[in-house]
Structures are given as C-alpha cells and as structure tokens.
C-alpha cells in the first residue's frame, strides 16, 4: 500500500482501523470528532490559516481526475485522497478504458456531449505529446457494428471522435451476422498507466494519498473542510443512495498483438479492445450482481463471442480474467450537498455513477466536480476550524 | 518434371506453394526444390515493414495493378482464419501524409474504407497539410517466410543451401524448369542494367501502443526518402532510407540518425521507444517486374526459364498476383511438353 510521506519528514504507516484505536484510548464509541482526533495527531500540515483542507473520497478514476483538477481552480487548498483501494485494485484498472459513451437516460444530451468533448479533447492533446507512453494515451481506430439497424445510425458523439463514417459493403464482409457499422479512431486510456499518472500529479501539486477505508462521511469531520465523495458503489452506504446498482462485468485479458483495431457489437455486450500490453475482451452486464469472482462458464462464452468476431483470437494466449463492477446510476450525481447534524456542517460535492461511461466521461465531470468544490470553498470565506456557513 | 526455384525471399518460396500446390494434383512426377544462399532471417523479405501498399503513381505494367489486387484479395481472403497470426497477416489501418493536395491513388478502392483525412486529424501531423486514411495489412515478411518454409517442407518440397553460380549449372543439374527468384542480385545470374539496388535501413523499436501507420511521403525527395512508421505484429518499424547503387550491407549512423530524427518529429511519443534492432536491405528496383520466359539451350537439351524478379519495395504487396502468373506461364510450359492432359485450370 502507498506510503504516506508526511510533511513532518518521516513517513508512517497508517493505522489499520483508527476507530479501534480511538475506542482504546478514550473509551468512546461514537462517530464524532472525538474518534478522529487521531487522524489530526496523526498528521497535521503546517497550514496557513485561509487553507481549504478537501478530502476527496475514491482513489479510483473520478477521486484521482477530480484531485487533479481542484488546485487548479481553487485557490489555497490541501487535497488528500482517502480510500481503501488504489490502483491497481480499482474498478478503474480493470476497465479497457476506450472513448466511447455511454448514454444516461437522466443526464440532458448537451451535457453529456460537453463531457465528453471535454474528455477527448484533454486526451487527445496527451496522447500526441511525448507524455502519451506514461499516461498510457493512445489513439486506436476500430468498427462497432450492429446485428440490426440501429435506431441512430449516427450518435451525439460522432463529430468528438475522429473521421466518423459508416463502414463500406466491403468493410462489412469481415462481419458476416452484421447488417451496420460504423468506423471511427477513438482513444484509449489505460487504467493501470493513467491511474499512477494522475497520482504522481495529484502529488506534484502537493496532495497526499492516505490508504483508509471511510465508513461515513462523518468521520471527516472537523479535519476537511469539504468532502468530495468519488466512491463509486460505495455511495449506497456513504451517501445512503439507493439508486446506484453494480452491474457487474466480466472479462479477459489475453496476448493477441496483430490485433490492431477495435471491435464492438452495438449491444455493447461483445468487445475487443487491443491494449499496450494485452487485449481486453468483453463482455457482461449482469445487474445487481457483487461477485468479484470470475466465473469459468462466462469465460467461455465471452472467449466464444469474441472469436466469432475476430477468428484469429483462436491463438491468443496468457489468458486471464478479471471482474469489475460498473457503479451504474440512470444518471451520473454531480451534485454539492450539505450535511449537517447537530450543530455541525459538512458540505459535500458528489462526484459519482458513471456506469460504463466513467473513462469517456471523466475529465469533463472532474471540472465540473471541482467548480462544484470551488463554489462550496467560495462560500466558506475564510475558514477557521468551526467557522459557520 | 524437375523444378527449381533458386531465391527463399517471398517471390521464391510463395511462387514454390503455388506451383506446388497448382501442379501435384495433376503431375505425379512433379519434383520442387529451392535453392538459395540466405535463408530467412537474412533475406531482404526479413527486412520489409510488410505494409500492403504500391507506390502511389501508376506502374508501367498495367498487369502490376491486378497481381497487386490478387494479393490483396488472397491475404484478406486468410484474415478471417486462425492462421492469420501465423502467418503474420493482420489488418492495419493508417496515414498517408503529403505537404499538398495529391490525386487518390489506383488502389483507393482495393484497399478498405480510403478517406481524406480531417483537419483534426491533420492537427496531429504540423509538418503536413493533406492525406488518406486507409485500413490495409501487414504481412510481416519474416513470420510469412517461416509460415510458407512449414507448408512447403509439409508438402515435400527440399530446401538447398548453396550459393548457385550460374544457371548453367543447374540446367545441367538436371532441372527441367529453373524459377528464377533472385531478387536484387539476379545480375549476377544474368547481367540485367535495369535491375539496381534500393538500399534500405530500418530501426525496428519496441512501441506497443502504436497501433496505427504513419507514410510521409515527399516528391521532392523520392518514395521511401520520406520517415515511415509501420506497426509489426511485435515490433514497430521505422524507416526512410532509399538509396540507389548503393550495396552497403553496413547499418549507417547518419541513416540512423536520420530515421530517428525523422520518424520522432512526426510521432513524439516514440522518443521513448527502446530500440530493439537496425538493419539493412535492398530493394531489387527495376522498372518493371521481370515475370516472363525464357529459353535456355545448354548442350542437348532445353531448359525452360521463368524470371520473377524485380519488385522494388513492394514485394509483399505483389508477390501472390506474381506467384499466380508465374505458375501461369509454368502451366503453358507443360501443355508444351504434352505433360498435362488437361487444359490447366483458371487461377
């Protein structure tokens, strides 16, 4: 797990449960400050008064963009990321990571449309910089293709990627069960590259990753002054949000390097995805399902679907299987919100639920996180501790 | 029926299967042998990035257009097989870029999917302000050489390491029909003036993300004179060096240098590439393809002659149009000696 520098000199390993050892040492059991006089103890920065202390919830995509963004729109902050996995244990790590969106059937088109542009257009400028090989960047052009006529042929995104155009009689051949197909060059962003990118930017600006699990939002209270909650399905319990579900998908990741293209059924349930150092290969969509376990069976059938498609996938080879679930929400929560109990506040930004769309959609949500933390951090005025809003 | 096939590079062992493959079945007595002094690593096919692609204008043989075509069509036809990767065939898309408009290609609609590019697409490449998009294949020389040695030693046919010195010798060796399949130094067989090297030195760099072609192209300066980067199935190809006359086998540092400089200007991110080898070929440049008979008398007896040498940088793009033709011609040597019952079949 990460080692966490303190400001102080030395570095430390965090406490494993700092609840249980607050209970040892003042014999009390509630959530309060009380409990987290630790996590002051344990490091306090040396902090000019008008400093924002932010806390940012998730260490997967959304917490670490979101990190990224902050201090470069508001002024005078602290950024920690707390969470209890870091990459490569994320949902993040294990998604292919390909620009294609996802639609929200509650989020308005324009907006998605804004992030994603928003999205590409940053990636698009890293992958042709010599950054592109450490932020695991890269262009990649490919067909998705339909069983049926789909009801748009031409989606909200098709002028955001790049040469848009519908796939020729002769392109089609190579797909004998699809009637449809577009082509387009797209990019992909390789979770287990791009998420230790953003972590060293989340420290170059100062930021500080801290290895914790959060079991309520509370427990951040008085130490941050805001909390931006990026914890994914991990908002059922922390913001007690009902309506995000895991959909659980599975897949394989094999060595096939001739493949250069990708291919995606438009059901979004069959994929190949050709990665830096191997080939992901989807899918599932299974709602309300928490197994992390892969299945064999799915396995298979994935392995079946995939060489179908792709016939020379019959020679792939190191075959491996991972599991992740999609935080799936009708539409992604990027909302402030503030908490109060007793006399205590603690506003919050929301930043979570993007389903299979986070990749495409991150870097535009993450500004609007961070104008959302910007707002909250604006109506703080200068902070003192117990400072009222 | 003695047949040699003197050259392993593709022209050689892909004109070997087709015979083979065309012949057997109807000649029982059908004996094919190929001789060569290099084999594969160390042919020039070994060298090739194996990009499908003719050059962009024109050839002065109308029939190169349709052997490219033919190829095109054979390798795609193998795409949809497990064997592809064996073979070292896959589907590749990418960019042809110019400093100014040029007219699309003869082969625009033989390869897939042939677009303009965009001015998006065109802000990746400042030093160029026109180009193509086009899916095509590799076809990596070395695995497909490994691929066709397996089927032919699969189907009988011997491999002879020698260095031939004369055809003489292997007319009077007993070959009935000599394929030649020299490439670059078929001079040496034959004196042919319009037969020269193509010098070429390649940078093959280990850059996995790369997933697409990069073709500069500079008339100023000549095909091949202009960076390239062509993705392997491993390996990704760097390149920009054409150099006729010259028979340096020796990889050279200003060459190096400026295949890097060249090929990192127009693709930033490879500066981080690690280079994993740098070689030198030669293309066999002629003005057109030598595919034709020939007669040779030495004593008694005729030896027939096919000549299939010749295909400058686009060996691989061609050779199966050229292997059909050549068997083609090899069939009209049998109906002469009355050694097929049957007209040959259409190919």
């Known amino acids: ?389 | 029926m003695r047949v040699v096939v003197i050259g392993a590079g593709v022209i050689g062992l892909s004109t070997a299967l087709c015979i083979h493959d065309r012949y057997q079945p109807v000649l029982q007595s059908l004996d094919v042998r190929v001789y060569a002094d290099r084999f594969t690593p160390l042919t020039n096919t070994d060298v090739a990035a194996g990009l499908w692609q003719p050059y962009l204008s024109n050839p002065s043989n109308p029939q190169e257009t349709h052997w490219n075509q033919q190829t095109f069509d054979y390798l795609l036809s193998h795409l949809h097989s497990p064997n592809a990767a064996d073979m070292g065939l896959a589907l590749i898309s990418g960019y042809n870029l110019f400093h100014e408009a040029v007219p699309d290609p003869s082969w625009k609609d033989i390869v897939l999917g042939f677009r303009k590019l965009t001015p998006r697409e065109l802000d990746m490449f400042p030093d160029y302000s026109y180009g193509w998009f086009n899916t095509s294949l590799i076809l990596e020389g070395k695995r497909y050489l490994q691929w066709l040695t397996e089927r032919l030693t699969e189907r009988g046919v011997k491999f002879s390491q020698r260095k031939v010195e004369s055809l003489e010798e292997v007319a009077r060796g007993g070959a009935d029909v000599i394929i030649n399949c020299t490439g670059v130094r078929a001079g040496e067989l034959q004196p042919d003036p319009m037969l020269q090297p193509g010098r070429g030195q390649i940078i093959k760099v280990d850059a996995p993300w790369m997933k697409h072609f990069i073709v500069t192209h500079d008339p100023e300066r000549g095909i091949y004179r202009s960076p390239y980067i062509i993705p392997g199935i491993r390996e990704v190809t760097l390149g920009g060096i054409f150099q006729l006359g010259n028979w340096s086998e020796v990889n050279n540092i200003q060459d190096h240098k400026s295949i890097w400089e060249g090929c990192c200007r127009l693709e930033p991110t490879l500066k981080k590439a690690e280079i994993v080898s740098e070689c030198t070929g030669f293309r066999p440049v002629r003005p057109q393809v030598r595919l034709e008979r020939e007669r040779l008398r030495f004593g008694p007896s005729n030896t027939e002659l096919i000549h299939n040498y010749g295909h400058g940088g686009y060996g691989l793009t061609i050779h199966w149009g050229c292997a059909l033709e050549a068997a083609k011609l090899f069939g009209e040597v049998l109906e002469e000696r009355k050694l097929l019952r049957m007209p040959p079949s259409h190919l």
């Open chain 1, 1 to 389: 797990m990460p080692v966490v520098n303190s400001p102080m000199g030395g570095s430390f390993a965090f406490p494993q449960s700092l609840r249980a050892r607050d209970q040892l040492l003042t014999g009390k059991t509630s959530v309060g400050a009380r409990a987290f006089c630790g996590f002051q103890g344990c490091f306090f920065r040396d902090r000019p008064m008008d400093t924002v202390r932010i806390a940012v919830v998730g260490a997967g995509l959304m917490g670490l963009s979101t990190a990224v963004c902050i201090p470069t729109l508001v002024p005078r902050c602290s950024v920690t990321v707390i969470a209890d996995k870091f990459t490569p244990d994320t949902t993040s790590d294990v998604a292919a990571g390909i620009l294609i969106p996802h639609a929200y059937p509650d989020t308005p088109v324009h907006k998605q449309k804004q992030w994603f542009r928003e999205t590409f257009d940053h990636l698009f400028s890293i992958a042709n910089s010599a950054e592109a090989g450490d932020a695991g960047v890269y262009l990649v052009s490919g067909w998705q293709i339909f069983r049926s006529m789909p009801t748009e042929e031409v989606p909200f995104w098709a002028d955001v990627v790049l040469g848009f155009r519908k796939m020729t009689e002769a392109e089609l051949k190579k797909f004998p069960q699809h009637v449809f197909g577009q082509a387009f060059t797209t990019l992909k962003c390789e979770g287990p590259v791009y998420l230790p990118w953003l972590e060293k930017r989340v420290k170059r600006s100062g930021g500080l990753m801290v290895p914790q699990r959060i079991e309520d939002l509370w427990e951040l209270h008085p130490s941050f002054d805001i909390v931006v909650n990026c914890s994914g399905l991990g908002s059922r319990q922390l913001a007690g949000d009902s309506t995000i579900f895991p959909v659980r998908g599975q897949v394989l990741k094999v060595q096939a390097p001739w493949l250069k293209h990708f291919i995606r059924d438009g059901s979004g349930l069959t994929y190949i995805y050709p990665g830096t150092s191997n080939v992901t290969l989807g899918g599932t969509r299974q709602k309300g399902d928490w197994n992390l376990s892969p299945d064999a069976e799915i396995s298979r059938d994935i392995f079946s679907r995939c060489c179908a498609l792709e016939p020379s996938l019959h020679r792939a080879c190191d075959i491996r299987e991972k599991v992740g679930l999609r935080p799936s929400r009708p539409g992604i929560r990027l909302q402030k919100e503030l908490l109060a109990q007793d006399s205590r506040r603690l506003p919050v930004v929301h930043h979570y639920g993007h389903g299979s769309g986070g990749f495409s959609m991150h870097w535009g949500t993450a500004l609007e996180a961070a104008r959302l933390v910007n707002e909250c951090a604006q109506a703080l005025g200068s902070p003192a501790p117990k400072s009222k809003l």
